[in-house]
């Protein structure tokens, strides 16, 4: 791990966490972009507290919801939104251990969860690349960083394992990266 990204995630996490109605203008203008989207699977996460609720989208689009489990090793998996969920060690909600996982190939939009983003997709995620992995499995379909204008950087440092997002999803719409 570079001691670059180190740098940018200890500014990052400095940053005040996102507020309820910071999170609201996010989704309500998310929802709307969806809306012009063809159906297709939405995979969603469950947000951490101070993260945007990506988990608001359900029930107010027509794609299919879509949400992933954090194993204690290996990869992200996927799992249909509705199901039985417990507590991560983290504190955030995860599809319960042993639950149904996914077909990948039903999933059209991914929305991705970070601590920065910068204007040409480069994500500056947790540290632990799990989201990075999951996408390589993912390869064609839209990548939606969910984020604040104020977290967007002039340049996140990236790595060739890093992969960019596709579109940008803040307070002000849904745009495709320059």
Known sequence: MSVEKERARARARTCSPVSRSESR????GLVQWLDTQPACGVLTFLSMR??????????RTHHRPFTTRT??????????????????????EQPLEGSKEADLSNIGIVLVPGLAFD?????????KGYYDRLLARLPGRLWVALTLERLIVPRVPTEAHDISMTHLATENGVKPVS
């Open 119 to 127: 204007r040409t997709g480069g994500r500056l995620g947790r540290g």
């Open 25 to 28: 203008a996010v989704i309500d």
């Open 71 to 92: 194993p204690a090793q290996g990869p992200l998996t996927v799992h249909p939104f509705h199901g039985p969920r417990e507590r991560h060690r983290y504190g955030f």
């Open 50 to 59: 101070g993260e945007i609720g990506a988990e608001s989208i359900v029930g």
